[in-house]
């Protein structure tokens, strides 16, 4: 079974850093597209960033593009998410998602959730201004 432990979420203020790390167990393929998604209140949930463990190939939402960077450590079937400069629309529950074998490009999987097929459990980030 697959699962998807997200950490490192909290409070910070507008400007600062936070680190968000999921840690996978339980892959079956060696293979996939995994990162991270999130949901502020009130809205659909939305492609942040993701990165290929074939390749190394990662991809960014326009609003994050130059602030985050993914990165991810395959012998441990970990990803990370290093968010600097964030605002306060940054704001929200961010996931860790992945889809085996991950075929597709990472726009493909950004512009909608539900190519993603398994979630781990949100962590929040709260941006104050």
């Known amino acids: 079974e697959v699962q998807l432990q997200a950490s490192g979420g909290g409070l910070v203020q507008a400007g600062g850093s936070l680190r968000l790390s999921c840690a996978g167990s339980?892959?079956?393929?060696?293979?996939?597209?995994i990162g991270w998604f999130r949901q502020a209140p009130g809205k659909e949930r939305e492609g942040v960033s993701v990165i290929s463990s074939s390749d190394g190939s990662s991809y960014y939402a326009d609003s994050v593009r130059g602030r985050f960077t993914i990165s991810s450590d395959n012998a441990k079937n970990t990803v990370y998410l290093q968010m600097d400069s964030l605002k306060p629309e940054d704001t929200a529950v961010y996931y860790c998602a992945a889809d085996f074998p991950g075929y597709y490009s990472g726009t493909y999987y950004l512009g909608d959730p539900a190519h993603m097929d398994y979630w781990g459990k949100g962590t929040q980030v709260t941006v104050s201004s």
């Open positions: 339980g892959f079956t393929y060696p293979d996939y597209v």
